[in-house]
């Protein structure tokens, strides 16, 4: 895989039944609710220059001269290798940065996985608050699970999924650039992320060891990989919205470390920052500028808020919004509900395009519509409604369209009832997040435990790094890279 074929990664493709929510301009009068959508519909020439220009900002994040100016960063992710079966060992598994955490132990042996998982909310106070409460609350999960799970005390190598934008120095070490999605933590951005981690596990008294960083889109494409050699390309449609690939290492200007085989790294896109120096402000509607403008991180993320499960529901609620208001939908009712921000779940979106139920009058639109408060509502706004969720999630999964068969996951991706007919050719990653993690560790581990003495070679080669154990991994990886260069 290389940047080549990335333009098909960014290649709309839009076969013939699929046209007909793109932009009809045969000069047919437009209801008022056609012409409040029109802007969502977009037509072919549109998709293809939204391609295209991702195409370009994808070369500009991987180039060393542009990448500083470059919104899409093409973060090296220092994974060189994807899994070959052959991992084994006992590993923790953090997943961070979706819907849910969770802490997951893994046991690896040949192809057989098996997996125990938690799920530890965190409360919004955590999401928004000091560095140190997010990182002793993960520390506190871990505790919990390895005591519950009959782990306390054993020295277990973890394999942490960190799912927002890292740069990573190392397979062990990713400052984060900023947070995305729900969380605004202070104190974390610019900071090592693993080092933080390591410090709560300190504080708590654990012997646990955080040997991979990695990025949920990695871990989706790992985990494919595992069963499914052929995968390239990871992709997240879930809260948020990213893509990672395999790419040649001589494409990557941005590579600062070694160039032996295999002369490949996986890159971290994040693309959910596509459009944040403006280029897609051609299409973003004033809802978009709205949803944007009122986040917790304006003016950043722009594709990922037209795209992803964070935001999906927000935009209905607020096209709905402005058609009940002009009286085109349930009777002009804005219930306290409808009008309250984020209470219009994107599950909602996915609930209401599920229901076919014509005859019956939509009931499950009516239960969502009763969760919102709003009462003696028609089969025309059921009707109405459906087609406002369609044409948002038509619009989501056309930008996020590709042709290639990729690995992907995400809450969105799994639950909404046609993202997937809307994508094509996808392959959904069996816990991704969480097993990827796991695979990353056990490669890192694997290879350390093989190569202890060239492993202090490389390390030694690459003592300047700042962290001796991040080096450690890297070095481990080259090393495995070593053993499988025909020279
Ligand atoms: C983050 C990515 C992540 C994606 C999907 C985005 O907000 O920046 O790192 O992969 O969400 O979880």
Redesign the pocket.
């Known amino acids: 895989m290389h940047l080549d074929d990335l333009e098909i990664l960014a290649r709309v493709s839009i076969s013939e039944e699929k046209e007909e929510l793109i932009a009809n301009n045969d000069g047919e009068p437009q209801s008022e609710i056609s012409h409040i959508l029109s802007e969502y519909i977009l037509d072919r020439s549109q998709y293809e220059k939204v391609s295209s220009l991702l195409l370009d900002e994808m070369e500009h994040g991987l180039s060393k001269e542009h990448n500083v100016s470059a919104a899409v960063k093409m973060f090296p992710t220092y994974v060189r290798s994807l899994p070959d079966g052959s991992e084994r060992g006992d590993f923790l598994a953090l997943d961070l940065?979706?819907t849910n955490f969770r802490v997951l132990a893994i046991t690896l042996n040949g192809l057989k996985v098996e997996m125990k998982n938690k799920i530890y909310p965190i409360a919004p106070e955590i999401m928004t608050g000091k560095a140190t409460q997010l990182f002793d609350h993960i520390a506190s999960c871990i505790d919990n699970f390895m005591a519950e799970n009959g782990l306390s005390g054993q020295k277990l190598p973890l394999g942490f999924t960190?799912?927002?934008?890292?740069k990573q120095e190392g397979l062990a070490v990713g400052r984060l650039v900023r947070w995305?999605?729900g969380f605004k933590c202070e104190g974390v951005e610019g900071e090592d992320v693993v080092t933080m981690l390591h410090e709560a596990i300190k504080r708590k008294g654990l012997g646990v060891e955080c040997v991979a960083l990695i990025?949920?889109?990695v871990g989706c494409l790992m985990s494919c990989a595992f069963h499914d050699h052929n995968t390239q390309v990871g992709v997240?449609?879930?809260?948020?919205?990213?893509a990672?690939y395999m790419e040649h290492l001589d494409r990557v200007g941005t590579w600062d470390d070694d160039t032996e085989e295999p002369k490949q790294v996986i890159i971290?896109t994040?693309w959910?920052?596509f459009g944040d120096n403006g280029c897609l402000d051609f299409i973003r509607t004033k809802v978009d500028r709205d949803i944007d403008a009122t986040s917790l991180n304006p003016g950043k993320?722009l594709y990922?808020k037209m795209i992803?499960g964070m935001y999906m529901g927000e935009i209905v609620r607020m096209i709905a919004v402005e058609c009940a208001e002009k009286g085109l939908l349930f009777n002009g009712q804005v219930t306290p509900e409808l009008a309250q921000r984020e209470r219009f779940y994107t599950k909602f979106v996915s609930e209401i395009e599920e229901d076919n139920n014509e005859e019956e009058g939509y009931p499950k639109v009516r239960q969502v519509l009763d969760e919102l408060g709003l009462v003696n509502v028609t089969t025309e706004d059921c009707r109405i409604l459906k087609h406002i969720c369609s044409v948002v999630s038509t619009r989501a999964a056309y930008l996020a369209s590709t042709e290639l068969t990729v690995a992907v996951d995400?809450s969105l991706y799994r639950f909404h009832p046609h993202f997937h007919d809307l994508m094509f050719c996808m392959r959904l990653s069996e816990d991704g997040s969480g097993k990827g993690a796991a695979l990353v560790a056990a490669v890192a581990n694997r290879l350390r435990s093989r190569s202890a003495q060239l492993v202090f070679v490389f390390k030694l080669m690459l003592s300047e790094d700042g962290s001796g154990k991040g080096a450690a991994l890297v070095a481990a990886v080259a090393y495995r890279m070593k053993l499988m260069s025909p020279h």
């Open positions: 940065g979706g960190f799912s927002f934008p890292c995305t999605k990025n949920d889109t997240i449609l879930g809260t948020g919205t990213n990672c971290n994040e959910g920052a993320q990922e992803s995400g």
